[in-house]
């Protein structure tokens, strides 16, 4: 199994250009998060999925959108890219949501808006 | 105030001591609580949860949770150069939201 697999590895992107970062997990779980880690903040909840077919905003949502492919697939977007979105953003799923169920990561991306 | 607050750090032990991290939450409903390893350029990786007061062993980790203080700390025993990484403390909130810490970085000298 890859666990959760994320696309790209890195990317720059200009102020103002668009793009999507995809992610995807094969050990079926229901609940799928992204975030986003900046130097001394820890990791950021931006939108969270509970189960295929609803997403949720979590603690930074503005300016990114998400979908909720399938059960698989979780991407995020960002409209028109800001310097202040230059990060790692990890990509997490979980069995369910809910307080007993730890988050497995993927492998990141890292982004710089210049 | 931060939800979750962690001392960043560099703790430095040598090895084979025990290295002490700690961590305190600001919300009293939290239920659940993980520790995380994260090497520098890599994403994190669970080590351990904790759901009840008290302490919890597994291997050379020991996480200890007291909610009435509102703290939880990740105990490393025979601590060892490849410990070294940074530690991250995440509490659930609002029954699906994670909060993370900004985590501990721990060196372990040879």
């Known amino acids: 199994n890859a666990g959760v697999t994320q696309t790209p590895k890195f990317q720059v992107l200009k102020t103002g250009q668009s793009m999507t970062l995809q992610c995807a997990q094969d050990?079926?779980?229901?609940?799928m998060y992204w975030y986003r880690q900046d130097p001394g903040m820890g990791l950021r909840l931006i939108y969270y999925s509970a189960s295929e077919g609803t997403t949720d905003k979590g603690e930074v949502p503005n300016g990114y959108n998400v979908s909720r492919l399938n059960k698989r697939e979780f991407s995020l977007r960002l409209e028109s890219a800001a310097p202040s979105q230059t990060s790692v953003y990890f990509c997490a799923s979980s069995p369910e949501a809910g307080i007993l169920y730890e988050q497995y990561f993927g492998p990141g991306t890292r982004l710089t808006v210049t | 105030q931060k939800e979750v607050e962690q001392n960043s750090g560099p703790l430095s032990v040598p090895e084979g001591a025990i290295a002490s991290l700690n961590c305190t939450y600001s919300?009293?409903?939290?239920?659940?609580f993980f520790w995380y390893r994260q090497y520098s350029g890599k994403s994190p990786e669970l080590i351990m949860s904790?759901?009840?007061?008290g302490d919890k062993e597994d291997g050379r980790f020991t996480a200890q949770l007291n909610k009435a203080s509102q703290y939880v700390s990740l105990l490393i025993r025979d601590s060892q150069p490849s410990d070294s990484a940074t530690y991250l403390c995440?509490?659930?909130?609002?029954?699906?939201?994670?909060?993370f810490g900004s985590g501990t970085k721990l060196n372990v000298k040879p």
């Open positions: 995440a509490v659930i909130y609002n029954f699906n939201k994670f909060y």
């Open positions: 919300d009293r409903v939290s239920q659940s």
């Open positions: 904790i759901y009840s007061n």
């Open positions: 050990m079926n779980h229901n609940s």
